[in-house]
């Protein structure tokens, strides 16, 4: 029944505006706007909702967005010249460097927050 759809995912933010500004001004993504939401434009043709929720927002647990990369030190150090800080998880099964990179088995990977709180990432490719 839902299988012709072309489905899309979505997260909430405090402040669109300031999501905008993030995901398009330091991630480099092109973003769209209607009726106060935004959609993220992926480099992969998928879409992604980010709609605003206000002072009841609650920043997602868990990753909410995935940037594959080639080379994760690369893109670490990219976003960390944009001012982008990493999240660091020592003493965890998710340990990460001194880069905020983990490196304990399967993919490199290194998590980041957008301003509203929610986590995303750059893993490898």
């Keep these: 029944m839902l299988g012709e759809t072309q489905a899309f ?19 480099g993504l ?12 992926l480099g992969s ?3 992604v909702l980010v709609y605003p ?7 997602a647990t868990y990753t909410v967005l995935n940037f594959p ?19 660091h998880y020592a003493g965890t099964p998710m340990e990460t460097d001194e880069k905020g990179i983990f490196r304990g088995g399967g993919p490199l990977i290194a ?3 957008d ?5 995303l990432s750059v893993v490898a490719a």
């Design 111 to 113: 998590w980041f927050k």
């Design 45 to 47: 043709g998928s879409n």
């Design 30 to 41: 092109v973003v769209s706007e209607a009726d106060g939401m935004l959609t993220l434009h």
């Design 9 to 27: 995912s979505g997260f909430s933010v405090d402040d669109a505006a300031t999501a905008r500004e993030f995901y398009e001004g330091v991630l």
């Design 69 to 87: 990369v080639p080379d994760v030190a690369a893109a670490v150090d990219g976003l960390l010249e944009r001012g982008v800080a990493f999240e």
């Design 53 to 59: 929720k206000g002072p009841g927002h609650q920043p």
């Design 115 to 119: 301003p509203a709180g929610n986590v």
